[in-house]
């Protein structure tokens, strides 16, 4: 492994972990890489050295629409929650708040760019919430044009977005959001919250999926002010924007699929962007002091007992800030080596193994909670039944807590449940949206 950071950003590394040894034949190759980013400087409330000297940027997007008044305590909730984030900035951030409805509306600084914070900029955002009020509809996909512009006027490195709605996405059309949400991939990170019960899980998991950020429902507006400030104390820890995950294949090599597997579940392969001859770019947006897991699959051309070649190099990649070619922060390889001893080609490594159980999961819930929705009782309780099996056997505790919501837990060993006559619909859309969250792999 080698290590290429330098000091105006996190040290990066890069570990694999495989059986890199196949049976004569053989062609798959999986791999486990786990990325860890180190020494970015995201404690404590002083200003984070941006590489290239920039700073943070982060607009917070409210939902506005009339529905936030019913009940009351939903809009009350959002200008307490958008306070506690703005406390939360670290002096030198850049933000701005907008008011999102069927437009979308500067409601502070209101100048077409955004504000530096410190004491001053942090008070006056605070008393501009009161001009927060709710009436109108929603189109999400004007908020997030919005905050682009915002973003884009300010010359930050690390770009985010918070964004918080509590209904559907009714003012536009799923293609008019699309279209936004292509718009500002790669421009911006957001993580989206939905407030109460009456939003679309999968319009605010898709927000947050096109911009790799974090989705979660918060079902109570109670709890907005504490998870606010967790968004922005997260956001005030990254380091460095715009990393990219390089995958380089020698000629033959074929890729089957990229996805991030911890900590949650995320499939980049569609995402990849040509980085020169078979070599390819998969986005993974800011780090801070975190590390994360990705799943990759290759397939190889087939070989003779006793060969071994080199399946892929994996680099992870930043802009320079000059503006020269992207720095490679570190990077790890992925081999090929065919064998006639069966128990070594035969052997799965508990990483790949563990993360392929924990996509299986994130999938036959889904699975499971459409066929509920359409009436299909049989086969919620086989698809919901494995997903028990599956998270009591990786040690998904909080999947399974979530799961036991919906599902009587007859036995987790071998997944048999019956179906609850009633479920809770916050609970529902709780274990929904939270469906792609992993545990790591115990090692």
Not at 16 to 36: C, H, K, M, W
């Amino acid at each position: 492994m080698a290590n290429f950071s330098k000091s105006t950003v996190p040290q990066f590394s890069v570990d694999v972990y495989q059986n890199e040894f196949l049976p004569e034949g053989g062609r798959d190759v999986s791999a486990i890489v786990t990325v860890t980013s180190t020494g970015g400087g995201t404690t404590g409330r002083q200003p984070l050295a941006r590489a290239g000297g920039g700073t943070a940027g982060v607009v917070i997007m409210v939902d506005c629409s009339g529905s936030m008044d019913y009940p009351a305590t939903k809009m009350r909730g959002a200008r307490e929650a958008t306070a506690a984030a703005v406390d939360t900035l670290r002096d030198g951030t850049s933000f701005a708040v907008v008011a999102g409805t069927h437009v979308a509306k500067e409601v502070y600084p209101g100048n077409g760019g955004l504000a530096v914070a410190d004491a001053r900029t942090r008070a006056e955002a605070k008393e501009s919430l009161r001009r927060l009020s709710a009436g109108g509809g929603t189109a999400i996909g004007t908020w997030l044009r919005l905050a682009d512009r915002l973003l884009s006027s300010a010359g930050v490195t690390i770009r985010h977005g918070i964004l918080l709605t509590d209904g559907r996405n009714e003012h536009e059309s799923p293609e008019e959001l699309r279209a936004a949400l292509d718009a500002c991939t790669g421009r911006f990170t957001c993580d989206a919250r939905g407030v109460g019960t009456d939003w679309e899980v999968k319009e605010v998991t898709g927000i947050a999926s096109a911009l790799l950020g974090s989705a979660d429902i918060v079902a109570d507006p109670a709890a907005l002010a504490a998870d606010f400030t967790a968004m922005m104390e997260q956001a005030m820890g990254k380091g460095v924007a715009d990393v990219a995950l390089r995958l380089w294949t020698p000629v033959g090599v074929e890729i089957a699929y990229v996805k991030q597997v911890a900590p949650t579940v995320e499939d980049l392969t569609a995402r990849r962007t040509e980085a020169g001859p078979r070599a390819g770019d998969y986005p993974t947006g800011s780090w801070g002091d975190e590390s994360r897991d990705y799943h990759v699959s290759v397939r190889v051309p087939q070989a003779a007992i006793g060969q071994e070649m080199l399946a892929a190099r994996v680099s992870l990649i930043a802009p320079d800030p000059l503006g020269g070619d992207p720095k490679p922060l570190s990077q790890g390889l992925v081999r090929a080596v065919w064998t006639d001893d069966l128990s070594m080609s035969t052997s799965i490594n508990p990483q790949v193994a563990h993360y392929t159980g924990q996509a299986e999961l994130a999938d036959v819930i889904q699975q499971g909670l459409d066929a509920r929705k359409s009436g299909d009782h049989d086969g919620a309780t086989a698809k919901l039944g494995r997903a028990v099996q599956l998270a009591a056997a990786s040690g998904n505790a909080d999947t399974a807590k979530l799961l036991s919501k919906v599902v009587d837990v007859v036995d987790a060993a071998t997944g048999t449940v019956r179906l609850k006559a009633k479920v809770a619909e916050a609970d529902e859309m709780t274990l929904e949206t939270r469906s792609t969250k992993t545990v790591r792999v115990k090692r």
